[in-house]
């Protein structure tokens, strides 16, 4: 990235929260943690300031289906930042007492969760969307799941995962693609190749309807959700022009609709996330309780009218307009260029240069957007939960959780 003078490198693993048994689910995020305790070479406090002295930093996260390990300094730095990489990667020391303190931060994580209903009702849409699939687990696990990890499982989970054949090293910024590959070679060219990490089938019928989830708070918290075709799909481009032109900024149909006409919320928007053999599109917003049907009235009349109509030649027009531009903004750093770099082959996905961005977003035509409008928007294949404490009008359209306690991703574009 020429005029750049910092590079972002990283290291990741195709292991994620998808891939894990239920009786341990959240052990790729509590491993993520873990190799920041301590490797056969460094102290967790010597890991700590190894690139946070040269004025770098080094940070780490856990998805569905992969986990990354990230650096980021100086262009002079990148070799420090590799060895470093490589060191949390291939030495982790994952001791039994070190993975008992480790459970309480994480146990801390998720009770921030619990304690932030616009988290928590994303987790509660997924676990009863996915109906069981992998894909609606929480990445960070339960309580309980956590506790039964112990320091042979992170071992052998290491031991299978971290090798040749699940690892994926990408930069950006200020670095030469031959440093790059020798330092590659240098720290990672050892390796076991290892056998890959089978992929999360593909998921069973999703539920549909409406369920609540009964909690005492001010607000109410809904997302509404639909299934999507895997992030490979040449789709992914129509579907990201629908997700702009829906919820995607304050010209939406829905801020102008719930938000600005309505007053109904302060927050509404509509996302998407892709996976390797399916994906949701769905949208999020935050009312007063008393709100909560007008609320979504509102939300399936906007979905409904689109999925209906589509969009005319002006709104597509503009929407193309916002998503290039927007795409163009949001990668003008390296950290956001790398994860993308990575996002391909982690996908197995062939890399599409920048300068063809433009023309894939521009190839999406109306008949595109009405037909994966027709697939996801309509009411009736929506599943959408509520998280708050609910009334009778909110509870008339679809199954009712009365009482059930409130349990605890742009890649290929």
């Known amino acids: 990235m020429e005029g750049v003078r910092s590079v972002a490198v990283g290291v990741w693993v195709r292991q994620g929260s998808a891939h894990e048994p239920p ?9 993520e943690h873990m190799v920041f305790r301590g490797t056969t070479n460094r102290s967790r406090r010597q890991i700590a300031v190894a690139l946070e002295g040269l004025g770098g930093s080094l940070n780490a996260y ?3 289906e992969h986990t990354g390990y990230e650096a980021r300094v100086r262009g002079r730095h990148l070799a420090q930042a590799v060895e470093v990489l490589s060191d949390l990667v291939r030495n982790p020391l ?10 309480e931060i994480v146990f801390e994580e998720i009770a921030a969760v619990e304690d932030t209903p616009e988290d928590l009702v994303f987790d509660l849409h997924g676990s009863r969307m996915w109906n069981g699939h992998p894909y609606g687990r929480p990445i960070l696990g339960t309580r309980e799941t956590v506790a039964a990890v112990t320091a042979a499982d992170l071992s ?4 299978r995962t971290h090798t040749a054949a699940n690892l994926v090293v990408a930069a950006a910024g200020r670095v030469d693609h031959g440093a790059l590959v020798a330092l590659a070679e240098e720290w990672f060219g050892g390796m076991e190749p290892g056998e890959p990490v089978s992929p999360a089938g593909v998921p069973r019928t999703p539920g549909r309807g409406i369920d609540l989830v009964r909690r005492d708070s001010v607000q109410s918290h809904l997302v509404f959700g639909s299934p999507t075709p895997g992030a490979s799909h040449s789709d992914r481009y129509a579907l990201l022009l629908l997700s702009a032109a829906l919820g995607g900024g304050m010209s939406s149909r829905l801020f102008q609709r719930v938000r600005e006409e309505l007053a109904l919320a302060y927050s509404v928007y509509s996302f998407q996330s892709l996976y390797l053999k399916s994906g949701v599109f769905g949208v999020y917003l935050g009312t007063r309780s008393g709100w909560v049907a007008d609320a979504i009235d509102a939300v399936r009349t906007v979905c409904g009218t689109v999925a209906r109509d589509g969009l005319s030649h002006g709104e597509l027009a503009r929407t193309k307009e916002q998503a ?3 795409i163009v903004l949001s990668l003008e750093s390296p950290e956001a260029r790398v994860n993308r770099l990575a996002g391909f082959a982690l996908l197995d996905l062939p890399f599409v240069p920048m300068d063809r961005l433009p023309g894939l977003i521009d190839g999406v035509d109306r008949c595109d957007i009405a037909r994966v409008a027709a697939e996801v928007l309509p009411p009736e294949r929506q599943f959408a ?7 009778a009008k909110s509870d008339t359209n679809g199954r009712t959780a009365c009482g059930r306690p409130g349990e605890p991703t742009t890649i290929g574009i």
């Open 23 to 31: 009786g341990l689910a959240g052990m790729s995020h509590l491993l």
């Open 62 to 64: 856990t998805s569905r």
């Open 94 to 103: 994952l001791r039994q007492e070190d993975l008992d303190r480790e459970k």
């Open 156 to 159: 052998e989970l290491c031991s």
């Open 324 to 326: 290039k531009g927007e």
């Open 385 to 391: 939960l509520c998280l708050g404490p609910g009334d």
